[in-house]
């Protein structure tokens, strides 16, 4: 605390000025560490998240049409059997 300057007020007393010191500091102050590594984490996140979808086939869109009018002509019969080894093979 020695850059803290000590002022007289009229009645004797001492006042510390600590308001215009902690906001020099604040003012030059590197930001904390934590917070830019948690934004970089969320960063490579997304940048791998954004890499998936890119290279994701664009046949997909396609495929949904073709589906969404089977279902609507009541021509879409999925074997459960076929779903649930599907969903053990890929994990979900």
């Known amino acids: 605390m020695s850059d803290v300057r000590k002022t007289s007020a009229s009645s004797g007393a001492v006042i510390y000025d600590l308001e215009k010191v902690r906001s020099e500091r604040a003012a030059t102050a590197a930001p904390a560490q934590g917070d830019a590594n948690a934004i970089s ?52």
């Open 41 to 92: 984490e969320n960063a490579r996140e997304l940048s791998r998240a954004q890499a998936e979808v890119q290279a994701a086939a664009d046949v997909r869109a396609e495929r949904v049409r073709a589906l969404r009018e089977k279902i609507a002509r009541g021509e879409y019969k999925p074997d459960p059997r076929e779903v649930a080894r599907k969903i053990l093979e890929r994990g979900l």
